[in-house]
């Protein structure tokens, strides 16, 4: 049966990881339907939240070849029911001096942030699940979407287990040693 599935990597944060990691998704005909990419704790490593839809024999294949590129360092599938997953997401609406109010109650019960104001429009933060951005969307395009612009997942294990930290792989001077190699050689 197909189904979403959410995929945590740790990989070396270098030129072209992510162009290899992308190109192992197209190369077996998937669509990544959110991929979001960030810094650790750890320099030199950069964790990447991948979503797709597969069957799992599929994807657990997929986690197989990851794992074959030499700059992944941990590959996890977190269970959406066990972690928590936030997605980001700013909104730029029309917003006229009779319709402002309004917008701002809308974004008060979302417990979401106007970020910015003009004569205009106005910019929303919202921060949740994909369902709550989803909604509060929907909700605001009877004000005019002018423009939308969103993270994709992020997601982590609930609890005291990590899906994928960083410093368990390395000492502090591995780091400063790898920031050291990253500064001096940047010919990859």
Do not use: C
């Not at 669509?31 to 490593?45: F, H, M």
């Amino acid at each position: 049966m197909t189904r979403s599935h959410t995929i945590v990597a740790l990989v070396e944060d270098r030129k072209g990881v992510l162009n290899r990691v992308v190109s192992l998704f197209r190369r077996r005909g998937f669509n990544i339907e959110s991929l979001t990419v960030g810094r650790t704790d750890v320099p030199q490593i950069s964790r990447m939240t991948i979503v797709i839809h597969g069957t799992d024999p599929i994807v657990e294949q997929l986690v197989k070849q990851l794992y074959k590129l030499i700059e992944v360092l941990k590959v996890s599938e977190v269970n959406v029911e066990e972690s928590v997953v936030r997605e980001l997401a700013l909104i730029k609406v029309n917003a006229t001096a009779s319709t402002r109010s309004e917008i701002m109650q809308i974004v008060d019960i979302y417990r979401a942030n106007i970020v910015d104001v003009t004569r205009d429009s106005v910019v929303i933060e919202v921060t949740g699940p994909q369902a709550k951005v989803d909604s509060l969307v929907s909700l605001l395009r009877g004000f005019g979407i002018k423009e939308v612009a969103r993270t994709g997942h992020v997601a982590m294990i609930r609890g005291s287990m990590a899906t994928a930290r960083a410093s368990t792989y390395f000492q502090e001077s591995d780091w400063k040693n790898a920031a050291a190699t990253q500064t001096t050689s940047d010919s990859y």
